[in-house]
């Protein structure tokens, strides 16, 4: 049984193991179930399961998605230029976070992608259950950024945080207080766990090559770490994605260094190969927060540009900063002082970073506490006639509806602290009994659910 039950919405093509967002649910999940919280993962549409979302499932994650979804070729070929809403991803995510109510009632809900914020925000059910609006883009923060989205997209995205009924979380004190400043809606830290928590456990071997994590973007300044290669003559560690690795072997096979390069590397492979290395350079311009700058200074001596907003996310005692004709020089420098990893941890970082990943559920979890749903007064709603003890998935199912009504839901939401609310794996019961105990065979409706999109 789980104390709350969490739907974290989602877009299909972030389920990668190596995408911000995709490392954000596995950490997100693990958190969750270590502090027995249980999590749905609705997505706009699947293709079949990979072997991150296995590895998804077996931490305790269930995912739900709509059937038959809208495809997005229409609106790709709209909007080849600049980009906006998708609606045929706001239709599926629309369905199939009804098909989640279906068969569950939910604490929150945690928006991962900007058409889930502005779909939750206006489906009716922002004054009974918690809507979180997650900040992964550094356009919903700040106005002075580089995005594929049309201008009044992102003007758009920033006006949804002045709802009242929405929650918004995000990674740093940094975003807390910038938002803060902006806005009179509740906003949280959340933080983001991290994806690989042996990065926190200290390395004893032998480390070379200066390392680059991410994809061959303008933002990300893969460029950047070439010129720096080129002029320093240090072997190169590389961890990026299929079309990345192409694209750095054949530079690098031309600048002359010894280098390697790692493809869309998770779990061990990918601690290991971040701890063998010596320095890290991290040249992007445009972050809403840096789990990779994360990851990289936890272990290694950082490099970044001067004056980087984003790195305000993160404590400056544990990272170096120069100007751009100052970053060789202190590569240099940085690589012959650390030799060996045991010298960088003398300056603390591990220690510091260690501290912070045992306070993130009870950061969640003031977010979560903070919200406090609409309570009915009324004693005629039919949940309330279903007698001493009712499984939610079957009492919707018993309406009939071809389509699920949001008052439907909304009855539920708004007359559950009537019951105890238990939660399992499957489905949501609730219940006036003290002594129940839910049965160990469950529904047909149930079962289905436990086994969606497999």
Sequence with gaps: ???????????????????????????????????????????????????????????????????????????????????????????????????????????????????????????????????????????????????????????????QMLLNSITIGTQSVFNCNTLSSKFTVPVFECPIPLPEPSLLEKYNGKREGVLFIGRWEEGKGPEDFLEIIEKTQLPAKVMTNHNGAKKFEARLRKIGVPYEIKESIIGQEKVNFIKSARVAFNPSTVESYGIAFLEQHIQLPTVVYDNMRWTKNFDSKYFYTAPQEGIVNLIKQLYNEFEVAQSYYEKGALEFYSAKEGKNFTQWNECFESFKGKQSKSNTAGILQQGDTVSYADYIKSLNRTTLCIDDIRSVLTNKHKFKVIYNDTDTWLTTDENFEVPETVSTTQSAGLFEGL
């Design 1 to 159: 049984m789980y104390n709350k039950r969490i739907a974290f919405l989602m877009s299909y093509q972030h389920l990668i193991p190596h995408g911000g967002i995709g490392q954000f649910a596995l950490s997100f999940v693990r958190l969750m179930k270590e502090n027995n919280v249980k999590v749905d993962i609705v997505t706009d549409k699947f293709d079949k399961h990979t072997e991150f979302t296995k590895t998804l499932i077996n931490d305790g994650a269930r995912f739900i998605h709509a059937d038959n979804p809208l495809p997005y070729t229409k609106h790709q070929g709209i909007f080849m230029y600049g980009d906006s809403y998708c609606l045929e991803r706001m239709i599926n995510f629309r369905n199939s976070v009804l098909k989640a109510f279906e068969s569950n009632i939910y604490d929150s809900i945690v928006c991962n992608t900007y058409e889930t914020s502005r779909l939750l925000s206006e489906m009716g059910l922002e004054d009974c259950v918690q809507i979180i609006n997650y900040t992964h883009l550094e356009s919903q923060i700040f106005t002075d950024t580089k995005n594929p989205f049309l201008d009044n997209v992102n003007q758009t995205m920033r006006l």
